[in-house]
C-alpha cells in the first residue's frame, strides 16, 4: 500500500471509530429500582452510560424523597405529622391546630382538593380515616361498627388549605389524611423535570401504575399496554403513545378475597368506607400523573356513567374503564368521530 493510500485507510478507520463511538454511546438507557412500594422503571435516550447511571439515581431519589415526606406509614412523614396533630385532639379543640407544610406537601394537597370538587368527592384523601384499618397483606377488614363510626370523618370539606400560610387544618377530630391516590403520580411528574433539566428528550417512566412519557421512542409511538385485570399474562389493549401521562387504578394491585367470596381491595369509597364495586380498572390518559393518578382512583369510585360524564368535561383528558363484566368503556376522545 503507498503512503497516500495508507492515510487515507487510516482516516477512514478514525471515522468509522468515531461513528461507531457516537453512535454506541447515544443509546436507550434503562434502570429498575422499587421505592413507595412500588416496582421503578426508567427508560431514556441519553448519551453518557456514566451520567446516565446518576440521572437515574436523581430520578429515583425523587420518589423516596415524596415518600420521605407523604407517606401515612412513615411515623416521621410531613403528612404524619398533620394527622397525628389532629388524631390526638379533643373534640373541643379541633379546627384550632394548624400546621405548616412543605410548598410540595401544600401543592399535592391542593391538587388533592381540587379533584374532590371535580369528582364530587369521589376521590378524598381523608379516606385515610378509615383506610388505616384496612391491611390487605394480612386480610383484615374493619368491623361495620367501626366502619360506621369513622366514615363520617370521610370529607374534603373539612381539610382547610391556607396558601397565604400554607397551613392544613382538619376541623374533626380522629381524621386522617393519605396521599396513596395521588402522591406516585406527583412523583413520576418530579422525575420527569429532572430528565428535562438533562436535555433529555425521550423516556419512559412509571412506578406501579403510573407512567409519564417524554416525547415519542424516537420516531415510533411508545406502546402501553392497559393489563387485564384478571389475567397477568394478558393485555387488555396496547395503546400507541407519546408525551402523556397514564395512569391505572384497579381493584386488583392490593386486595384479598373476604370469607363471604367478596373481594376487598385498596379503592374505598368515601360514602361508606369500604371498597367500590363495579369497576375492574380505569385508566386516564393526560398531561400530568398528579392529575392522571388522582382521576383514575376517582373514576373507579364514581362509577362508570358518571365517571366517563366527568372524564368527557375534561380538555385533554382521556379514560378506558373495564366495568365488573369485563366490558370495555371509553371515553369520547378515544372514539372513532
Ligand atoms: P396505586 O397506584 O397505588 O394502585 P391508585 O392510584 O389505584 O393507587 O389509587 C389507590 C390508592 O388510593 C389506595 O391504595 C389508597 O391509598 C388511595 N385511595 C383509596 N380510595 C381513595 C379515595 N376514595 N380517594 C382518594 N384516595 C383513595
Ligand atoms: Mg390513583
Not at 98 to 127: M, P, Q, W
Request: charged share 25%.
Amino acid at each position: 500500500m503507498n503512503t497516500r493510500y495508507r492515510f487515507l485507510s487510516r482516516s477512514l478507520l478514525f471515522c468509522i471509530a468515531c461513528l461507531v463511538t457516537s453512535s454506541a454511546v447515544a443509546q436507550w438507557y434503562s434502570f429498575k429500582s422499587t421505592a413507595m412500594t412500588t416496582d421503578l422503571s426508567l427508560e431514556f435516550w441519553y448519551d453518557s452510560a456514566t451520567d446516565a447511571e446518576n440521572i437515574s439515581q436523581q430520578v429515583f431519589a425523587e420518589f423516596d424523597r415524596v415518600d420521605a415526606q407523604m407517606s401515612s406509614y412513615k411515623p416521621d412523614s410531613e403528612l404524619s405529622r398533620i394527622n397525628n396533630a389532629f388524631v390526638s385532639e379533643v373534640d373541643s379543640e379541633v379546627g384550632s391546630v394548624e400546621t405548616e407544610v412543605s410548598s410540595a406537601l401544600f401543592k399535592v394537597l391542593t391538587h388533592a382538593i381540587e379533584i374532590s370538587k371535580r369528582s364530587a368527592g369521589a376521590f378524598d384523601i381523608s379516606f385515610g380515616s378509615v383506610g388505616y384499618l384496612y391491611d390487605y397483606r394480612a386480610g383484615h377488614q374493619p368491623d361495620a361498627q367501626a366502619l360506621d363510626a369513622l366514615s363520617s370523618r370521610i370529607n374534603y370539606r373539612n381539610i382547610k388549605l391556607d396558601s397565604v400560610r400554607r397551613t392544613v387544618r382538619l376541623t374533626m377530630s380522629q381524621m386522617r389524611l393519605d396521599l396513596g391516590g395521588i402522591a406516585k403520580g406527583y412523583a413520576v411528574d418530579l422525575g420527569i423535570e429532572v430528565l428535562k433539566t438533562k436535555g433529555i428528550k425521550y423516556a419512559s417512566l412509571s412506578a406501579g401504575g403510573d407512567m409519564r412519557l417524554l416525547g415519542d421512542k424516537r420516531g415510533k409511538p411508545w406502546l402501553v399496554a392497559v393489563k387485564d385485570p384478571r389475567s397477568e399474562q394478558q393485555h387488555a389493549v396496547v395503546l400507541p403513545l407519546d408525551n402523556v401521562a397514564v395512569s391505572t387504578s384497579g381493584d386488583y394491585e392490593r386486595y384479598f378475597i373476604a370469607e363471604n367470596g367478596e373481594r376487598v381491595h385498596h379503592i374505598l369509597s368515601p360514602a361508606t368506607g369500604r371498597p367500590a364495586k363495579g369497576i375492574q380498572s380505569v385508566t386516564i390518559i393526560g398531561n400530568e400523573a398528579i392529575e392522571t393518578d388522582g382521576l383514575s382512583t376517582a373514576v373507579f369510585v364514581l362509577g362508570v356513567r358518571a365517571g366517563l360524564k366527568m372524564i368527557n368535561k375534561l380538555d385533554g383528558i382521556d379514560a378506558i374503564i373495564i366495568d365488573d363484566k369485563r366490558k370495555m368503556h371509553y371515553s369520547e376522545g378515544l372514539m372513532a368521530p
